[in-house]
């Protein structure tokens, strides 16, 4: 009895690390770019910080730091266990 609960454990268990560790990839993601965005956007209003006037505008930073950010998780989802 003790090792076919054994076996069926060790089955189980190799059927949900696979699932386990992609949801942790994606949590890990996940926080790598929350964490980046801020650094995206403070790069982007030095940057344009002695552009013309539209540059300077918000709406125009938080655009580019959108399509950054866009493409960095376009990039990172090419990525796979």
Do not use: C, S, W, Y
Not at 13 to 23: E, G, H, K, L, N
Not at 74 to 80: A, G, I, P, S
């Amino acid at each position: 009895m003790r090792m076919i609960a054994a076996e069926i454990a060790d089955q189980k268990i190799a059927a949900i690390v696979p699932q386990i560790q992609a949801v942790a990839l994606q949590q890990a993601r996940d926080e790598l770019l929350r964490a980046i965005a801020f650094d995206v956007e403070t790069v982007v209003q030095v940057a344009l910080h002695n552009g013309e006037t539209i540059f300077r505008d918000k709406k125009t930073q938080r655009v580019i730091a959108d399509n950054i950010m866009r493409e960095i998780r376009k990039r990172l989802d090419r990525f796979t266990i």
